[in-house]
């Protein structure tokens, strides 16, 4: 062949000539220390070459044998050569050092028997054999020697060998490995998935207010993307314990396959704990990364006091955990755990890295909910104190009054809509229905601010026009910022009438003694709050009926005209002689629904002695 494929095959010696033929101008003079070419009639060749003339002598005075194989051997490529049963003839040395095996342990097996761990495509050399065509082919796997990247490459080519006539002997392989620069695409590739892991999780973690849909967000985003199973557990603010760091998981999510055999650790709701003086503890303490790999059936007990969940850890084969304290602004509201089970590879530097970012951004979402739950929970809970409820509004001087206050749909606007019932002392009955602008606790003080000035006027003997002039411009000299409407009426029962003033709030409806639902022609003022105050006043006879106040998130929908909500209203078929209780909650059954906005509701209808 056109290269010598065998380590032990030795080079004849070149005939003794009789005499020394006279030199012709196609002579080469001997080089000293060179040998003649030896004739190997038989060799094999590459397929497509033709055999080198037995006599013909080397252009520079060396053997061809020779020659070819001081290249392979000292090539930093490796070079083997297989027979046609794909075992080894022979590998030069560069293959025996890069490998870790003996150049003499490779003569006779198959490269599963000597590189176990190496994955080589067979069929491609078995089809290189069959048709002479040469092939590529990517070699993937760990040798015998240590080595500074993860998976290890090489790019090989393979060409069928014949013998001088024309049999096929083997193949001759060459191989270059190629792991380091794959390594860097590798680490490009893992950085660029990193790093749209952390973009969408910005998108898809904390996309609403509430703290368990949340926690719930990140449990389900990091599995399976960076962990098999995850849990969140939060730190209950008001517990306290001793013993034991306490947290309460609050969402966990698993991989198909373990979510029978994890079950147990499940446990939603309830108060867990890390043994103090553990290193677990320390770390979460201190906000850092605590990550363990191969744990044993005892580490297990001591991470997992109950014996359940250990267990099931054990028998789903999980054998790696990492937790990421969930810090914001120097607080540790929880933990994020996340582990990996069976063939899942352990938790890396670079996994602790990724997780350490995803739970710093989910912590700050996190933060964010928890503020907004504690605000949601105090405005609620303020402006229910100072709202009149149901059951504790009564028949002042001759009027039934009832009211209702229902919060958006999501439960998460709070704002400050009220309503207020105040029995004066000349027997006249103040009706209020008002809506502060913007929401949660801001707007919840705001509105306990202007209920507690509209009473002051209203106990001073003043006008619905006068209350709402003097409270326009009190609020506006305070310096006040938050502006609100209002729609306010004097029942006097002495006279039979009803007078009313509005300051920019939507006009109430007057359900008729005949049900018929009518809206009450107002004239509108500005909003309080403005300094702009001019408002005039209404009066009305007592009609019999029910009068409807209410504020805007009844009828107001995104994107609608409002003439289509007050047309929705006026269009209910109410009976003027239910039970106030029942006409507010028949209202609320068909136009609550889908409002964007909080809405109070109050009904008052005059009773007669």
Not at 15 to 31: C, G, I, Q, V, W
Not at 62 to 70: A, S
Not at 144 to 159: G, I, L, T
Request: proline share 7%; with cysteine; net charge neutral.
């Amino acid at each position: 062949m056109d290269r010598d494929t065998s380590s032990r095959r030795r080079a004849a010696p070149a005939p003794a000539p009789a005499t020394a033929p006279a030199a012709t101008a196609r002579d080469t003079p001997r080089s000293p220390g060179a040998r003649d070419t030896p004739k190997t009639p038989g060799a094999p060749v590459a397929r497509g070459t033709p055999a080198p003339a037995a006599a013909k002598a080397s252009p520079v005075g060396i053997g061809y044998v020779d020659m070819l194989r001081g290249i392979v051997e000292d090539a930093a490529v490796g070079f083997a050569v297989l027979g046609t049963d794909l075992r080894y003839l022979y590998v030069n040395p560069h293959m025996a050092q890069a490998t870790g095996v003996p150049a003499a342990a490779y003569l006779g097996h198959t490269q599963r028997e000597v590189l176990p761990h190496i994955q080589r495509p067979d069929q491609v050399l078995r089809d290189v054999i069959r048709d002479g065509r040469p092939r590529e082919a990517i070699i993937t796997g760990r040798t015998w020697v240590d080595s500074p990247y993860q998976v290890r490459e090489w790019r090989c080519v393979y060409h069928r060998l014949v013998d001088g006539t024309g049999r096929v002997v083997g193949v001759a392989a060459v191989g270059l490995e190629i792991s380091e620069p794959q390594q860097y695409l590798y680490e490009l590739e893992r950085a660029h998935r990193r790093l749209a892991l952390l973009d969408s999780a910005a998108s898809r973690i904390g996309t609403g207010t509430d703290v368990a849909g949340t926690c719930r967000e990140l449990a389900e985003f990091v599995v399976p993307e960076l962990a098999d199973a995850a849990g969140v557990e939060l730190t209950p603010p008001d517990t306290v314990s001793a013993r034991r760091t306490p947290t309460r998981l609050a969402a966990y999510a698993t991989r198909p396959g373990l979510a029978t055999g994890l079950a147990a650790l499940d446990s939603r709701g309830e108060l867990v704990g890390w043994p103090r003086g553990t290193g677990t503890r320390r770390n979460l303490a201190a906000g850092r990364i605590w990550r363990r790999s191969a744990i044993t059936a005892a580490q297990w007990r001591s991470l997992i006091p109950r014996w359940a969940p250990a267990q099931a850890c054990l028998a789903a084969r999980v054998h790696s955990v990492l937790l990421a304290p969930l810090v914001s602004d120097g607080r540790v509201l929880g933990i994020l755990l996340l582990a990996r089970a069976g063939d899942s590879g352990p938790f890396s530097n670079e996994d602790a890295t990724v997780a350490r970012e995803l739970a710093a951004r989910a912590a700050r979402a996190l933060d964010r909910a928890v503020r907004f739950e504690r605000e949601h929970t105090m405005a609620l809970e303020l402006q229910r104190a100072l709202l009149a409820e149901p059951g504790q509004l009564q028949q002042h001087a001759g009027v039934e009054t009832t009211a209702r206050y229902r919060p958006a749909d999501d439960g998460s606007m709070i704002g400050g809509d009220w309503y207020d019932v105040l029995a004066l002392p000349d027997g006249r009955t103040m009706l209020v229905i008002g809506d502060v602008m913007g929401h949660g606790v801001d707007a919840a003080v705001a509105m306990s601010h202007y209920r507690s000035t509209l009473r002051a006027l209203a106990l001073a003997g003043l006008s619905p026009r006068r209350i709402l002039q003097h409270a326009d411009r009190m609020v506006a000299d305070s310096g006040f910022e938050r502006v609100a409407t209002c729609f306010l009426a004097l029942g006097d029962p002495d006279v039979a009438t009803l007078t009313y003033a509005s300051a920019g709030h939507l006009p109430p409806v007057w359900l008729t003694p005949e049900g018929e639902m009518q809206l009450v022609p107002v004239p509108v003022g500005p909003p309080l709050g403005s300094g702009l105050g001019r408002y005039e006043q209404g009066v009305t006879p007592e009609r019999g009926g029910v009068l409807l106040l209410y504020t805007d998130g009844l009828v107001e929908r995104r994107g609608e005209d409002i003439d289509r909500g007050l047309a929705r209203l006026t269009g209910l078929s109410l009976c003027p002689t239910d039970p106030l209780d029942k006409i507010l909650d028949t209202v609320l059954a068909h136009l609550a629904t889908g409002s964007e906005d909080d809405i109070a509701l109050l009904a008052a209808r005059a009773v007669r002695g």
